[in-house]
């Protein structure tokens, strides 16, 4: 590389001057853009890109390439194909060369040769040279592993998708992105948001391919429970997350890569054009025991649990309201909270709220969408509130 620098920039020039990516692209006399956009992973990095840059070229500046070219997958590694050296050393060109497709996360074969990629021990100081046939090598699964994955539909699928991303010319917004997947997700009966007790993308990948496969891909897999909301993984159905995960999701959602990248690539017409976070609640939801305790949890104040729950207020208010669970966000705990549970207890509602100095008129609101489940949480949130007597935050 050295000689490299040497020979395209100006004499004099500090070595740390241009960046290995400025300087390649120079010696083959194309643009940063097109040098990135061929011969780096930044395609398959950005594949999802927020919504006001989507559809477009991604902007392949120095930095950009930098953090998402070749080398950013796994920064101690440099991985190769022994028998695409063997083939490059015999052809015309007579020297080998590493491929970007070799790089990408979650596939550990060659596609065009079929056998198991080999690792470099000389870590990215190999990509410094270039590859040659007596390199050492380190295999990453043992006969049996690899025949495993290799042979896995849908780690199969990941593989095809991956490479379709690699070569995609344009970017997918998040927003399209986010909806694609977790309209399929629904259909498939899994969770499309952090609360709730269906399985989860996570939970459905684990049933399909081996977990020491999987966790070469996301090492915390370990300590995901089931159904828990698995983030590096679950979170394409949300927001933004890495690229490895949307290809996961498009691979396990679809039988046939074909399929997965038609309804990827499909028409946007009809589709949102800025984030919806109203989710899908099944009715029983709302009066269920987990959504009583998150009521508790967050002491009855809607906006907060809207937040928790991704959804809109306008959308958690007639739920919650129907299920009995009236918004405490302004409801003073030392007056009409204790008006309610004194009426609870059998005094008349005009002593219950004389005697604790409360508004009638307040009180009524409360007890109107009811009263048994109301008065049982305010006392839970009175026991567990390390501030008695307060009323519940409404920021």
């Known amino acids: 590389?050295?000689?490299?620098?040497?020979?395209?920039?100006?004499?004099?020039?500090?070595?740390?001057?241009?960046?290995?990516?400025?300087?390649?692209?120079?010696?083959?006399?194309?643009?940063?853009?097109?040098?990135?956009?061929?011969?780096?992973?930044?395609?398959?990095?950005?594949?999802?890109?927020?919504?006001?840059?989507?559809?477009?070229?991604?902007?392949?500046?120095?930095?950009?390439?930098?953090?998402?070219?070749?080398?950013?997958?796994?920064?101690?590694?440099?991985?190769?194909?022994?028998?695409?050296?063997?083939?490059?050393?015999?052809?015309?060109?007579?020297?080998?060369?590493?491929?970007?497709?070799?790089?990408?996360?979650?596939?550990?074969?060659?596609?065009?040769?079929?056998?198991?990629?080999?690792?470099?021990?000389?870590?990215?100081?190999?990509?410094?040279?270039?590859?040659?046939?007596?390199?050492?090598?380190?295999?990453?699964?043992?006969?049996?592993?690899?025949?495993e994955v290799s042979t896995n539909p849908i780690v199969q699928r990941y593989a095809s998708i991956a490479i379709a991303f690699l070569n995609a010319e344009v970017t997918t917004s998040d927003i399209h992105a986010q909806f694609r997947i977790a309209e399929q997700a629904k259909k498939h009966n899994l969770r499309v948001c952090k609360q709730g007790k269906r399985p989860t993308l996570t939970d459905r990948l684990l049933e399909q391919v081996p977990k020491y496969w999987l966790r070469t891909l996301y090492p915390d897999i370990d300590k995901h429970s089931s159904t828990e909301f698995f983030f590096p993984i679950d979170n394409v159905t949300v927001g933004m997350t890495a690229g490895t995960s949307y290809v996961l999701a498009l691979a396990t959602l679809f039988d046939s890569t074909e399929e997965a990248l038609n309804y990827w690539r499909g028409d946007i017409e009809g589709l949102p054009t800025e984030r919806k976070v109203q989710r899908s609640f099944g009715k029983d939801y709302w009066s269920s025991t987990e959504m009583f305790k998150l009521y508790v949890e967050h002491r009855g104040n809607y906006k907060s649990l809207s937040q928790a729950l991704t959804i809109s207020p306008s959308y958690l208010r007639p739920q919650l309201i129907a299920a009995g669970l009236p918004g405490l966000g302004l409801v003073n705990m030392n007056t009409t909270a204790r008006a309610v549970l004194d009426f609870q207890a059998g005094m008349s509602l005009e002593a219950a709220c004389a005697s604790n100095g409360a508004s009638r008129d307040e009180v009524e609101k409360l007890i109107r969408v009811g009263i048994s489940k109301l008065s049982t949480a305010i006392n839970e949130m009175s026991q567990s509130s390390p501030h008695k007597g307060k009323s519940p935050s409404n920021e």
């Not at 559809?55 to 392949?60: A, C, H, N, V």
């Not at 500046?61 to 950013?72: D, Q």
């Open 1 to 147: 590389m050295g000689a490299l620098r040497t020979s395209v920039h100006p004499p004099g020039t500090a070595p740390d001057a241009y960046s290995d990516s400025a300087t390649l692209a120079l010696a083959a006399g194309v643009s940063l853009e097109h040098f990135a956009r061929k011969h780096s992973l930044l395609p398959f990095y950005r594949t999802v890109s927020r919504a006001g840059d989507a559809g477009q070229r991604d902007t392949y500046s120095v930095e950009t390439i930098g953090y998402f070219g070749t080398r950013s997958w796994r920064q101690s590694m440099a991985i190769f194909c022994p028998e695409c050296i063997k083939e490059d050393e015999a052809s015309p060109r007579g020297f080998a060369y590493w491929r970007r497709s070799h790089q990408l996360p979650g596939i550990p074969w060659c596609v065009k040769h079929g056998c198991q990629l080999a690792n470099s021990p000389e870590g990215t100081k190999a990509f410094d040279l270039m590859p040659f046939p007596e390199m050492d090598a380190i295999f990453e699964y043992s006969e049996p592993e690899f025949i």
